[in-house]
């Protein structure tokens, strides 16, 4: 054995030694060196085998080892006599079982408008223009901002709602009109207002 030792190399016996010693190994050697990686790791393993053996003869002289695997058979037959047998009443009450509860359903409330419900954009409602910073409303021929513009319509200008609403451009679109002039306008720029009263 004497000569066998002679032949490894020094990186070999330094990884030898890390391990025996208990250190976590030298990061460099071990990524750069096989023999010292080898060795380390052959050292570790066994190290963990003879724990192994030692605390599988701690339990066997005690006699502790034979008794928990004859437990142990014992209630795996138990468990298999259970399963198998023509009694299905007692594996059935091993088994887990979920009762499963009823999802609540939500309760709608009605909406019932009053007369303090802010106004909305609808038919034959009215709106006021608002959001241009003070540049007219372009009005157009069609839904879209790609279609003629057929008159245009100051802010602050109020209008009644003729027809709508249509999406186009990604966009809500209403057809109004003010002064005898109509045309399409786009719902951002449409802010409802209750039906004004005439003196």
Known sequence: MRQKQERRSEMWWRGHNDALAGDPPNESYYH????YKLAYNQTRREQQRARRRQ??????????????????????????????????????ALAPTVTPRPTPRPTLTPFIPTATSAPVLRVD?????????????????????????????????????????????????????AAGQSGWAAAPFLQAIPTPTTP
């Open 32 to 35: 750069y060196y096989y023999d």
């Open 55 to 92: 605390r599988l003869q701690r339990l066997t002289r005690g006699g502790s080892l034979p008794l928990a695997l004859a437990l142990l058979a014992l209630l795996a037959g138990g468990l298999w006599y259970l399963v198998h047998s023509g009694d299905r009443s007692n594996a059935e």
């Open 125 to 177: 409602g009215f709106a006021v223009v608002t959001g241009t910073d003070g540049v007219v409303l372009r009005a157009r021929a069609k839904p879209g901002t790609e279609s003629q513009i057929v008159t245009r319509f100051r802010e602050g200008e109020q209008v009644r709602i003729l027809e709508g609403p249509q999406s186009a451009d990604g966009m809500e679109w209403w057809r109004v009109e």
